[in-house]
């Protein structure tokens, strides 16, 4: 199962997003801010994630710090930007994102970002090879 860390500081949204992937098939953990991303991340026993989508504005340590740490540890993940700004995707620090969504009710974009860089879940792949060879 593909793993996935969300950033994000709301907890209706973590609660959404995490629905959504899960019954898609991947597996997600949240951290609330950056400093819990990088403590998952950098000191934590859990499995490394396949996959980051992390917010920008957070309390503690936002988005943007967060990534120039992750870059910094030369942490090899891809990682999408989900924002509700638009604003910042000329940041240069944010340039070096992955992918930049912006935060909708519908997260059509957001799972077709995150397909195109890590691929459908194991469970997608098995039941398009189930199809096929119906």
Do not use: W
């Amino acid at each position: 199962m593909k793993k996935i860390l969300l950033v994000e500081d709301d907890i209706h949204l973590q609660f959404l997003i995490k629905e959504e992937l899960s019954d898609d098939g991947y597996d997600v953990s949240i951290a609330s801010n950056g400093r819990e991303a990088l403590n998952f991340l950098l000191e934590s026993d859990e499995i490394e994630p396949d996959l980051i989508i992390m917010d920008i504005r957070m309390p503690k340590m936002d988005g943007v710090d967060t990534m120039g740490h992750i870059l910094k540890s030369r942490i090899d993940k891809p990682l999408i930007i989900h924002s509700a700004y638009s604003s910042y995707k000329d940041d240069p620090l944010i340039m070096a994102a992955d992918a930049y969504v912006l935060k909708s009710p519908d997260f059509t974009k957001l799972k077709a970002a995150i397909c195109k860089l890590i691929g459908p879940t194991d469970s997608e792949g098995h039941d398009d090879l189930i199809a096929a060879n119906a």
